[in-house]
């Protein structure tokens, strides 16, 4: 990670009165900034090596009117010695994470009713030497940048032979997933009843011969083994990573982990006295990418061209949606079905979902 210049901080005040909570340190993981650092250097340099070797700063984006020491956003600079200079602006919705973080030890303290809104403010100040400086850590691992590794394709191949799903024109890199992938998931889902379970998503990241655009194709999916299941929570163990990277390495196919799957048992959540009418208007009906589901595409899919899949069990029918990194920030996406059998339905395309809340914990009333 590169070292940072500058320290930041949360001005939170109460929603409803405006009454200053304070002022606390942020605890912000800049690893996605970095990365889609990299990665809009691999999209414009379209040389992966250069790209992974980088090096890579971080700055704060000053407020337009406020200006300093109120921040909007993130510049982040690629350079290296023989490429253009390239820059990458991170809206000011990647502090959110950290600011939801801070809230909650605010009601954990009693300063904040749980449910109570606030907002925020981000500040930076400039780091002094002593206060940018670490001790030595004879046990720090040293990350070793690693290319992407880029398969020869075609994206005109690739759409005519597909159907867009969700919504395809937000800027991101196409996502190509094969509906025998789809039907997989979907039956784990009809199997898994009122539990969730997952699967690790594999396949490769392509270069367009014609165009050189980026774009990803999901090869197959790989049911995740040795997870903690549960009705509102799945966890992927040591054992589950060390299983699908033993079933990737079978298949001798260069193909790589580039996401994962899951799935809410939404109908389950609901209170068996509702009635039908109030059943389609569950608020469990509207499918969400739960903290949990945040913090495992932080820690195990950080590269930007990861992706999520998700499969939320209502009773208005099978709701897909996907996820992935947009800016640094996790938001929905839409994608592509390879190879759509017309004759059997496509899950219900979701507009809009809902991203680091976990409305499972809301009470049901019938």
């Known amino acids: 990670m590169p070292r940072q210049s500058f320290r930041y901080f949360f001005d939170m005040s109460r929603a409803k009165s405006g009454a200053l909570l304070g002022q606390f340190p942020a605890k912000l993981d800049f690893v996605p900034a970095a990365e889609w650092g990299r990665f809009t250097a691999l999209c414009r340099w379209l040389n992966p090596k250069s790209a992974a070797e980088a090096e890579i700063h971080i700055q704060p984006l000053w407020h337009a009117t406020a200006g300093a020491p109120y921040v909007e956003g993130l510049r982040v600079t690629a350079r290296t010695d023989t490429m253009p200079t390239i820059t990458a602006d991170i809206p000011n919705s990647f502090f959110k994470p950290g600011a939801m973080r801070i809230g909650d030890a605010l009601v954990d303290q009693k300063k904040l009713e749980s449910g109570e809104l606030f907002t925020y403010a981000v500040l930076a100040f400039p780091a002094s030497d002593d206060q940018g400086a670490r001790a030595p850590d004879p046990l720090e691992i040293e990350d070793v940048p690693v290319p992407t590794a880029l398969t020869p394709g075609s994206i005109n191949d690739e759409l005519e032979r597909s159907i867009a799903f969700g919504d395809v024109g937000s800027g991101l890199i196409p996502v190509f997933v094969p509906q025998g992938v789809i039907d997989e998931v979907l039956a784990l889902t009809e199997r ?23 774009f990803l194709k999901v090869t197959a999916q790989i049911p995740a083994r040795h997870t903690l299941s549960e009705s509102t929570r799945l966890s992927f163990t040591a054992d589950t990573w060390a299983a699908a990277q033993a079933a990737l390495d079978l298949r001798r196919s260069a193909e790589q982990i580039v996401g994962f799957f899951h799935n809410h048992p939404a109908r389950y959540f609901c209170n068996k006295d509702c009635s039908p009418e109030a059943k389609e208007q569950c608020p469990f009906n509207t499918p969400f990418f739960s903290r949990a589901d945040c913090d495992l595409h932080r820690v195990a899919f950080w590269q930007p061209h990861c992706i999520a899949l998700l499969v939320t069990n209502t009773f208005s029918g099978m709701k897909l949606t996907m996820y992935g990194w947009d800016r640094a920030v996790i938001t929905q996406r839409g994608f592509h079905i390879v190879k759509p059998d017309t004759a059997r339905p496509l899950p219900v395309v979701e507009a809009a979902s809902i991203i680091g809340t976990d409305i499972h914990e809301t009470s049901c009333h019938p």
């Open 192 to 214: 898994a009843k009122n539990v969730e379970v997952g699967a690790v998503l594999i396949g490769q990241m392509h270069q367009d011969r014609s165009t050189q655009e980026l």
